[in-house]
């Protein structure tokens, strides 16, 4: 008989094992999803495996497959593997590492989503006596044979329904495909000296992994190009990664301008229906070159030739639910199972990947110049002193002035405030009550067009209450704090007439919002593009010529130890987008903290200054790079559960050899949940992960109430 072992949908450390099913006269195979009867419903499994046996001897009834839900594997052997290392290292469900695969149409899980159908044109024969059009048209069709309808009504319009109609072609039904457009309107560039020699080494490095290190604006996303460009002319793939969506339109059309159709874009800003057509596209083998955010990493290339992570220090390249995988160490794997080269762009690496840069185990090529040969001119504006000779304490005296200069002269400024909303923290002037979301320990910032609070956590919004919640004072609040929305409204008071637009993640909602923004902007339609760290990195406008850099020391406020180097990396890159093009550029950074060194070696745009500066203080204090930590979460609507089930925990493992324990965090509330971590560090990383299945598998076998969250590379605690 024929028997199907399947992982079922659910997403528990404690099913990560197959349930046996009858599926005999069925045609399933490893890779399928099936429906199959758990419990008293039907749940969709995914098959690790079939097997042919002489009679079943499990423990229980052997019950059978319902229904089979793809006519070919989802998943090739390649990302089978991949999973299983996954599964290990992020010690995270099979199930939860398929469904981070494949695009929601396919995902292993019950949902209503159905794959579209269209139809397609099939050619059948040539017609008796056709005219010198209909001719054309039945010989094009001949030799392409089939060709979805729409496509088809657009190319031959009236001719082409006439020989439909007469049984030249024949209609049938097919899954719907992305049409594949662009021309190819640009060609190579020539390439500077300096991008020649880094072409070279970049090609002759013995290591499969290369980091380059290039100053912004050095031309690396030409060199990206023209290293695809040999890839695909040699018959393979290439993967490009881009952090976030709002880099996508810039890459994407850099890419296809060089490409034209070749391309497939595989982002979250793509409708589920759409991400399932540029799934398809690669996996038909119908194009040679991707752009896409994190989870395009998965996708089921035949023969990658070289894999590209732009901007790789980013921290959007780790996603923060379970599988915790970090973007980049599943291109390295697929890299390594490709054999193929994988590219590390960045003018700010993580500390992680230029130290191994630095010991040889990554190739280094940099390039140490911009393409334009000029760097901008940037200032510190201290604004402890301007707030005493109480100036306006937004936008210095100088900043403004500034602005006004720039656009005088017909350029554009960028300005980066990291915080959307209008304002953070609203407070009662009687009482000093802040007003807190009622499900997460945060405070809640007032978005003013919509005249709503907002929870920046879990996005609970309520209206503004008329009197405080605690003294019942009213009309009692005070405004505390800018977000981007008073920024706006600041800029527009202070500088009448000026064109500001605002991008952060309230203006970015709607679909191809991010492309039609920067699109206005680059066609001057403004004059100061004002934004969160959305626009600090990757973009190019050779019209900006200032960029103001507002609470640049913020982020230096945080406890963790990362927000050092992101800081130094968001100023970093935001220095980076003056000056691009012919003209000089200028930039300002309004801190507080004039004399940290994040801040400093931003301004003198050095990194390696940075690297080791930080590096040091990573050594002594035992974080990453030089120990792994993890961490273990823990939560429950009670705070005295998720307190007392955490010290258990941690009793119950403390003291393991060759991991230190840094004892149990209260995190806070977070949608009504309160959590408690336990965080590790270890220098041995094999030790720490088979640690964590084990806490997790004490967390079951005790039969905990609280939810269990685990982290095997914790970033920024
Ligand atoms: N060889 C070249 N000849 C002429 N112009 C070039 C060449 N290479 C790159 N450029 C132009 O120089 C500008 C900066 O290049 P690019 O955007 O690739 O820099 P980058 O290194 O990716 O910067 P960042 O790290 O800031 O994203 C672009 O406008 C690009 O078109
Ligand atoms: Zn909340």
Redesign the pocket.
Known sequence: MKLAHVYLEYQKLSLNHTFTYDCQDLPVERGMRVKVPFGNRLSVGFVDHVEEVERYEGRYQLKAVYEVLDEKPLINEELFALAKQMSYHYVAPMISCFQAMLPSKIKPRSHKDKVVFETWIEYVMHKRNPTKRQLEVLDEMKVLQSISKREFLMLYKSVGTRLIKEGCFRELLCEKEALLQGERLDVK????AA?EKAFAEIKAAKQDVVLLH???????????LQLAQEVVEAGETVLVLVPEIALTP?MVK?VTMRFGADVAIYHSGLSPQQKYEQYQLVAKGRVHIVVGTRSAVFMPFAKLGLIVM??EHDNSYKQDQSPRYHCRDVALWRGRYHHCKVLL???TPSLESYARAYKQVYGLVS?KE???KQMPKIDLVDMKGSMRKGAHHLIAPALKEAIEQCVMRKEQVILLLNRRGHTPILRCGECGEVLHCPHCDSAMAYHKQKQVLKCHICDTTTAVPTACPNCHATQSFEYIGYGTQRMEEALLSLLPGIRVLRMDRDTTTQKDAHERLLEQFENQEYDILLGTQMIA????F?NVTLVGILNADAGLARSDYACVEETFDLLY?AC??SG??AKAGRVMMQVFDTEHYAVRCAMLQDYEQFFYHEMRYRHLAGYPPYRYLSSVVLHHAQSDVAREESERLLAQFQGRKDILFLGVSELGKRMDRFRFRILMKSKDQDRMIQLLHEMYAYHASAKMRTKIELDSETVGS
């Open positions: 560039k020539k390439l500077s991008q290039g100053m912004t604006g050095s031309g690396k996303t030409e060199l990206y810039q850099r732009d901007e762009g960045s003018a390039l911009r393409i334009n990195k990757g973009l190019d050779e890159q980076g987008r691009r093009g």
